[in-house]
């Protein structure tokens, strides 16, 4: 997926102020915030790190 270097809020995110996630490209760095708080920290990824995070999601590792 490409990213963006403005915040792009996860297309499965809802919309009536559930989960909200959202990511940009930072330079060299991916980072991933919480849109309910812009202000708060943002975790922050290499790029290979924010592509094994993705595989590790889509294939069901991380789980709520």
């Given at each position: 997926?490409p ?62």
């Open positions: 997926m990213l963006s270097s403005t915040w792009v809020t996860s297309s499965y995110s809802t919309s009536n102020g559930g989960n909200c996630v959202q990511v940009r490209a930072a330079g060299p760095a991916v980072q991933v915030r919480d849109s309910k708080d812009p202000h708060g920290p943002a975790l922050i990824f290499t790029p290979g790190q924010w592509v094994a995070f993705a595989a590790a999601i889509k294939n069901g590792q991380h789980r709520s």
